[in-house]
């Protein structure tokens, strides 16, 4: 019997092994994961990503020496002789802390993830390869390297990160590819530009087209206008100041109608349009702030200058810190992990930021095929052929690798097809400015290396997408801010819905020259701002697009600035974090009137008299804006959903400037009565209704009102992993105040991703943080050392450095790359 035991501990230790050993489909295996030698436990030590030890390295491809001098956050200060050596050290460093991040964005861009992921990222990956990301980072590499500065900043970015993925071995590569079961593989210069497209699909990758067609045909092109002006009706404090004189001759505006005269195709087909992703509405909070105020306006004698872009927050950080220095640059601030330079930042000249444009840069065509081989097309009277790009979609867990051909007509791929299992809709085809080839790389290294406002402006030539307003600050006491990027030139409302792609009419016929896109440089008012806004007042002879974020933030913004004197960094650093509604100073008293004669209950009563006494101040401690914000959210619900929305289809709802509109000046619209009801609902019984339904939920959810419903928990702000799953690498959650409406836009998982201020002067002196830290090991105490001052809204100091000899008590190691 015991030769039997024997026999079968034996077994099961070799069936353990074998078991531990290997994958189960796409599940990884387990045993490197706990092995002592190369699992987890040695990310804890994290021996190639120590920032505080000074090290001395040969490395291969090295034309020069270079030093890196770490701070006490861990950013490093990079000091080379030329740039291909400094874009080599970045790239070193960045793969250093932020490998894993730049693998899984690239990846997400290519429509790799299923590589290392399994079948349930195939939809994702098939859609990337759809929308053309690839085709687009194939275009722009090539533009990119035929410009010999460009190039040589990729190659030695890219030769940085394979010189840090040959040092790796397999205990201590980043803890996410142990998890995962795989390795990382070599970088190449397409994949920074695959970075470039992952942020052009997030900033300009939406569009209203379907949803707006299927309104068109819903309600009437004469409600549609009621309901979806073209320029905000109550509220609105354009980027470019209203008035400000347009000292150019415009380009002549394509046609309305069609090459035979006929009415406008953009109105044709009775077809309903499915909702699908690139229709999805913008989320609220992705958005930014920037402005620069004036020597006037501020104490120093010099600009200063603030940004803080709002984009999803995950760990590890979406920017990564950074100071690079040849005998022709000094620039400091924030790089994307995956792409060489400083995308916001400042010089010992000029400071720059940016914000999103939101421009409508992709349109939708209905196409119509010859046959179900999708060879020929519609266009122009006549079939034309299509070209097709095979895609091999690899799965792991599978032998077998998804076969996707993706076709492309001369407006762009098909991103939908008419029949095709689970879509009710026509063929459609993607017009995107993510095709479009360009140089954007070169636009930062310019601002990078830029001493006046002429350099600033000669830099902006460069820049396709996704279209950002620049704001500019220089030592010669200028500030500017320009509505930036390459626009198609069209008509007004094309793309407002969905384009006739048999009509060349609704073609993009041309580009608005860039020397014409908006701009204003020292205006009177002594400030220039941004806060995602209408771009500009409605004289502009160009359409850039018809809806933008909502005014809020730019109104209280511009409200603020317009009061500024004698103002520090730390002015600008507290508007930052400004929490005052606007949204609550403009509709809160006129739906309190319509509350007070209301029949309510104690618990009511309460509500409405906390709402009464509101500073209106979205304060983390605060009950009040729980309560305004929950009914606000319920109160269009009751407007807008019986009439405008279904769950199968694309619709969306009026603005919240068309909606506040609603309310205050229009009391007696129809749109009040819920059409499902048999009564006749007016205002005041809809603002009574959504309260208590804003009540209701807020009491299931956390009981009555009580401290759990203090703005910071509802809120809920919690910054998560990349992975989206690991949940032991997110944050605590964070208990700060904010909201999507307000300048401090910190919603649930979105807000200010970095927070910069610049004090121009013979000596910048700049401030910064972002929420997270410079490593993206979670073992690593700079992981989340910089959370805990971002959200009581605190700054760090910038360290500047003007040479690699300079003494600082902030300064902590030292790194010197060797040529091997």
């Known amino acids: 019997m015991k030769y039997v035991k024997a026999l079968l501990s034996v077994a099961f230790a070799v069936f353990l092994v074998y078991a531990l050993s290997r994958p189960w489909g796409a599940i990884p295996a387990l045993g490197p994961f706990i092995s002592p030698y190369t699992g987890f436990w040695q990310n804890g030590e994290a021996p190639l990503s120590g920032h505080f030890q000074d090290r001395e390295l040969e490395l291969d491809s090295l034309r020069e020496g270079v030093t890196i001098r770490f701070d006490d956050v861990g950013v490093p200060h990079i000091f080379a002789q030329n740039n291909y050596d400094l874009y080599y050290a970045q790239g070193y460093v960045t793969a250093k802390d932020r490998l894993w991040q730049m693998d899984l964005q690239t990846r997400a861009a290519a429509g790799r993830l299923s590589e290392v992921l ?10 990337a390869r759809r929308m053309g990301m690839g085709y687009g980072a194939e275009v722009n590499l090539k533009t990119t390297m035929s410009d010999p500065v460009s190039r040589e900043a990729l190659l030695g970015y890219t030769a940085g990160i394979n010189a840090y993925i040959d040092q790796l071995s397999a205990k201590n590569v980043p803890i996410e590819y142990k998890l995962l079961g795989y390795e990382p593989e070599r970088w190449t210069p397409i994949k920074c530009m695959y970075m470039l497209e992952q942020m052009t699909l997030t900033l ?4 209203d087209d379907l949803a707006m067609s299927n309104l068109l045909k819903s309600l009437g092109q004469e409600t549609v206008n009621e309901l979806f002006p073209n320029y905000p009706m109550l509220n609105e404090s354009p980027i470019i100041p209203a008035g400000t004189p347009w000292n150019f001759t415009p380009l002549p505006i394509p046609s309305t109608s069609n090459r035979n005269g006929a009415p406008d195709s953009t109105k044709a087909g009775n077809e309903m349009m499915p909702a699908i992703p690139l229709s999805e509405p913008n989320v609220e909070g992705l958005g ?19 940004n803080d872009p709002h984009l999803e927050l995950t760990l590890p950080s979406i920017w990564y810190q950074v100071q690079l220095h040849t005998p022709d640059m000094n620039v400091y601030g924030v790089s994307l992990p995956g792409i060489p330079g400083v995308v916001i930042g400042f010089n010992q000249n000029v400071a720059w930021g940016v914000t999103n444009v939101d421009a409508d840069v992709l349109d939708l065509y209905k196409i119509k095929f010859r046959d179900s081989t999708h060879a020929e097309y519609w266009y122009d009277d006549a079939w034309h052929k299509t070209r097709k790009r095979l895609e091999m979609i690899a799965v792991k867990g599978s032998t077998d690798s998804v076969r996707e051909s993706v076709i492309y007509t001369h407006h762009g791929p098909v991103v939908n097809y008419e029949g095709e299992k689970g879509y009710t809709g026509p063929s459609l085809a993607a017009k995107w400015i993510g095709h479009e080839p360009g140089n954007s790389f070169r636009t930062f290294y310019e601002l990078n290396i830029a001493r006046n406002y002429d350099d600033y402006r000669q830099a902006l030539t460069h820049y396709v997408g996704p279209a950002q307003n620049f704001v500019f600050a220089d030592n010669s006491k200028n500030i500017a801010i320009t509505v930036n990027g390459k626009f198609p030139l069209k008509r007004k409302e094309q793309g407002k819905f969905l384009l006739d792609g048999s009509n060349p009419a609704d073609d993009w016929l041309g580009w608005i020259p860039m020397a014409q896109n908006p701009t204003v440089k020292n205006p009177p008012r002594g400030y220039v701002s941004s806060a995602n806004q209408s771009s500009t007042d409605p004289s502009y002879p160009y359409y850039i697009n018809w809806r933008f974020a909502p005014s809020e933030r730019g109104t209280r913004i511009n409200e603020r600035l317009e009061q500024m004197t004698q103002a520090t960094a730390d002015s600008l650093r507290m508007l930052q974090n ?66 405008l929305h279904t769950d199968s289809l694309a619709f969306r709802y009026p603005s919240r400037d068309r909606t506040e509109y609603l309310i205050l000046k229009q009391p007696d619209a129809r749109w009040f009565d819920n059409v499902n009801t048999p009564a006749k609902e007016t205002i005041s019984d809809i603002v009574q209704q959504s309260f208590k339904v804003a009540l209701d939920t807020l009491t299931a959810q956390h009981g009555p009102m009580s401290p759990a419903w203090q703005w910071a928990t509802i809120k809920d702000t919690e910054i998560v992993h990349l992975s989206r799953a690991l949940k032991p690498f997110n944050s605590a959650p964070i208990r700060n105040g904010g909201g999507g409406s307000v300048v401090n836009a910190t919603t649930h998982h979105h807000g200010p991703s970095w927070r910069m201020v610049v004090e121009l002067g013979p000596q910048p002196k700049a401030y910064g943080l972002y929420p997270g830290g410079q490593s993206g090991n979670p073992a690593s105490p700079l992981y989340m050392n910089m959370l805990a001052k971002w959200e ?19 300064l902590q190691s030292t790194w010197t790359l060797k040529k091997k």
């Open 204 to 207: 300009a990758g939406r569009a």
């Open 118 to 127: 399994g079948s349930r990222t195939i939809e994702m990956d098939r859609r």
């Open 288 to 306: 930014s702030n920037n402005w620069a105020i004036s020597a006037a306006k501020s104490a120093t004698g010099y600009p200063i200058l603030s």
């Open 792 to 810: 009581k809204g605190e700054l760090n100091e910038l360290l500047y450095m003007k040479s690699a000899e300079e003494k600082n008590d902030r």
């Open 578 to 643: 400004d929490n005052f509604s606007v949204m609550a100073r403009t509709i809160l008293p006129t739906l309190l009137e319509y509350l007070r004669v209301a029949p309510l209950g104690p618990g009511q009563k309460a509500a409405y008299q906390t709402l009464a006494d509101w500073d209106m101040v979205n304060s983390a401690e605060a009950i009040a804006p729980s309560i305004f914000e929950e009914w606000v959210g319920a109160l269009g619900t009751a407007i807008w959903k019986d009439e």
